[in-house]
C-alpha cells in the first residue's frame, strides 16, 4: 500500500482556535461534528487555544466510544529505534479509524488514508508515538 494523504481541515471559520490538531483529528477519525468533539474535549480540561495531553485524547476517545484501542510505542528503547514510521504503521493497520500522535501533532488516518492540515506534519517517514483507534 502506497503513503496518500487529504488535506482537511473541519474547524468552522468562525471558530478562534489554534493547537487543536488533536480536536480536528478526533473530528475526523470519528466523523462526528468538530463542535461536539471540541466540547467534549473541553469537558476533559483542554483549555481555548492550547495543545491537549494524550491523557485527555484517551479520555476523550473513550467518552467517544468504549471500544476505542490506544497503542503506545514509547517504552524502554529510544523512540527513534522503536516506534514505527507512519508508512509502516498503515502497511500493518490497513483498516480502521485512527488518531495518531507525532512529535507536537496529531492526524487522522482512515482506511489508510491520511488526513491533516499540514501534509509536512504527517509525512510517510514521521515517527508514530501514540496511535488511537476509534472505529
Not at 480502521?96 to 491520511?114: E, P, T, Y
Amino acid at each position: 500500500m502506497s503513503y496518500q494523504f487529504m488535506s482537511s481541515n473541519p474547524r468552522p471559520s468562525d471558530m478562534n482556535e489554534l493547537n487543536d490538531c488533536a480536536v480536528r483529528a478526533t473530528s475526523i477519525a470519528t466523523e462526528l461534528d468538530y463542535k461536539a468533539v471540541h466540547s467534549v474535549f473541553a469537558k476533559h480540561g483542554r483549555k481555548p487555544r492550547k495543545g491537549t495531553y494524550i491523557a485527555t485524547m484517551m479520555a476523550v476517545a473513550k467518552e467517544l466510544n468504549k471500544d476505542s484501542t490506544f497503542i503506545s510505542y514509547l517504552g524502554t528503547r529510544s523512540c527513534a529505534s522503536y516506534a514505527p514510521t507512519l508508512s509502516k504503521f498503515i502497511k500493518d493497520n490497513p483498516t480502521g479509524h485512527w488518531v495518531i500522535c507525532r512529535r507536537n501533532h496529531a492526524f487522522a488516518v482512515k482506511d489508510g488514508v491520511v488526513y491533516d492540515a499540514h501534509k509536512s506534519q504527517a509525512g510517510s517517514r514521521c515517527r508514530v508515538l501514540y496511535a488511537i483507534k476509534v472505529k
